[in-house]
């Protein structure tokens, strides 16, 4: 267990591997543990350093004083977060792979400091913060936050119809996280990833771009595929036929297969689909 200190506290981060860094940024309501087999897989081929962050808010980092709840919570303050991290551990640039909510973050760093980005990888993230579920979108108003906060049964509940197709796995892992955050946390950063609009800034993005999405996403609509596939220059997009909102657990084989094409060759461009 790994961590820094940063204005806004303590950041929380997991390593293995040796060789070029990469770094992994999770989605809302979750930690680094989403990225823990294809960390395994990449430092075992002996080319990668592989750091997989915290958002502050969520996992083990830090939750924030009252003070910096309305700004640490959202998009702009986890590219910083992101941009802090690099400067403290020398990292100039690497490539940045993103679940869900991390992937638009990811992308952002990308738009606003390319030179920062080798390559950028979005899995399962929303370019269009209304491509979110419904209920993704409700979660951000403060009113219904607290009113969901207070009675943990409904929470639940909703989740429960929201992850009833998922594995096991992906359910004991969303459950154990929830658990790790603050209603703070829980309604400021999906209210401001629900506000964000990326689609016009799509063509200006120059570096190799990957996207992968599950075809029976109901969390993110995998609609965001054919705007990258359309709005960006150099891009690969994968559409897993078999998978949900969690594709590294749902079809691991073949998610790594595309992670590892990607990390190996620039994309020429072409979409391809699973």
């Known amino acids: 267990m790994s961590s820094i200190v940063t204005e806004q506290g303590i950041l929380h981060y997991e390593s293995i591997g040796r060789g070029q860094p990469i770094i992994l940024l999770h989605g809302w309501i979750n930690s680094w543990d989403v990225w823990r087999d294809m960390m395994i897989n990449l430092a075992g ?3 990668y350093r592989v750091y997989a962050l915290d958002f502050w808010g969520f996992g083990d980092s830090a939750k924030g004083s009252q003070a910096q709840q309305t700004a640490a919570f959202q998009i702009d303050s986890y590219v910083q977060m992101v941009h802090q991290f690099m400067d403290a551990l020398g990292i100039q640039s690497a490539p940045i792979f993103g679940h869900s909510m991390g992937g638009t973050v990811a992308l952002q760093i990308s738009l606003e400091h390319p030179e920062r980005v080798e390559k950028v990888a979005l899995v399962g ?22 009113l969901i906060w207070r009675y943990p049964i409904m929470l639940h509940s ?10 096991k796995k992906v359910r004991t892992m969303i ?11 829980f309604f400021r950063s999906i209210g401001d ?31 965001n595929a054919d705007l990258l596939k ?14 949900r909102h969690f594709p590294m657990t749902d079809e691991p084989e073949r998610f790594l297969e595309t992670v590892n094409s990607f990390l190996n060759n620039n994309p020429n461009g072409q979409a391809v689909q699973a």
């Open 45 to 47: 081929t002996k080319k």
């Open 125 to 146: 993230s929303p370019i269009i913060g209304r491509s979110l579920h419904p209920f993704l979108q409700l979660a951000g108003y403060g009113s219904i936050a607290k």
């Open 158 to 167: 909703i989740m429960r119809i929201l992850l009833a197709k998922d594995s």
């Open 175 to 185: 459950f154990r996280d929830v658990q790790r955050t603050t209603i703070e946390s």
């Open 193 to 223: 990833l629900r506000d964000t609009d990326l689609r016009n800034q799509l063509p200006t993005l120059n570096i190799p771009t990957l996207g992968i999405y599950g075809a029976k996403d109901k969390i993110v609509s995998p609609i």
């Open 230 to 243: 359309n709005g960006v220059k150099s891009v690969q997009i994968q559409v897993l036929n078999n998978s």
